[in-house]
């Protein structure tokens, strides 16, 4: 995704302020509402804090905002995914209907599926506490370790000489070392408090299509 919206930046190479601004944008956000909700709510903080706030104007303009996030994440983070299919199916990078008719029907497959299975929300959940450790600490170091052990250097070209890249050190090793080992830490422990509040807080209940049919059903029958 990272590589997605370099590709999209004028300035591409200011990709790391980008990620060191949102990082700060969404700690920032999530550090506010969590004191509030502490400072408001206290320990009456149920596991969903939308669910917790009575009804009112705020609350519904809070789940247009969450609804419109969710939108906007999806529609940037599936971007990698949009090119490889459009790349498979030789469709032309530039706008049209083919890749409006693409993406309009991908993302309407991925919210029927939702649908159709009974709370995804905490399938995602624990499908993301189970990779995410993996993929932000794990995976990372273990390549960069691979990949450096694999090629010590490049050759030159032209007028430019050979570029040598040494093999990493002890302190690069241990480093390395000490990422994946938080990164196994995490990862469990994602996974456990994700499975745990799974099993307290949630309420197994039909999925939408069900809910759905069920009450067309009924309606009918009424009426």
Avoid at 49 to 58: C, E, F, H, R, V
Avoid at 168 to 177: N, T, V
Avoid at 190 to 218: G, M
């Amino acid at each position: 995704m990272l590589l997605s919206v370099q590709m999209d930046m004028k300035n591409k190479r200011d990709i790391s302020k980008a990620i060191i601004l949102a990082f700060i944008m969404s700690g920032s956000i999530c550090l506010i509402t969590c004191l509030l909700c502490y400072l408001r709510l206290g320990d009456s903080v149920g596991y969903n804090t939308l669910q917790s706030l009575p009804q009112s104007l705020g609350l519904d303009l809070a789940l247009c905002l969450s609804t419109l996030q969710v939108c906007l994440s999806m529609a940037i983070g599936s971007t990698s995914l949009f090119q490889d299919i459009e790349q498979s199916l030789r469709i032309q990078p530039e706008f049209g209907w083919r890749r409006a008719a693409l993406r309009t029907g991908t993302v309407l497959l991925a919210v029927a599926v939702g649908e159709a299975v009974p709370r995804a929300e905490l399938l995602m959940g624990l499908v993301g506490g189970a990779l995410t450790g993996q993929l932000m600490f794990l995976f990372p170091p273990l390549l960069y370790w691979r990949l450096r052990s694999m090629s010590s250097s490049t050759p030159g070209y032209g007028s430019i000489g050979m570029l040598s890249i040494p093999p990493p050190d002890r302190r690069q090793h241990f480093f390395l070392i000490a990422v994946v080992v938080v990164g196994l830490a995490a990862t469990f422990c994602s996974t456990y408090f994700s499975f745990r509040s799974t099993l307290e807080y949630a309420e197994f209940v039909p999925s939408c299509l069900i809910n759905s049919t069920a009450a067309s059903q009924f309606v009918s029958r009424v009426y």
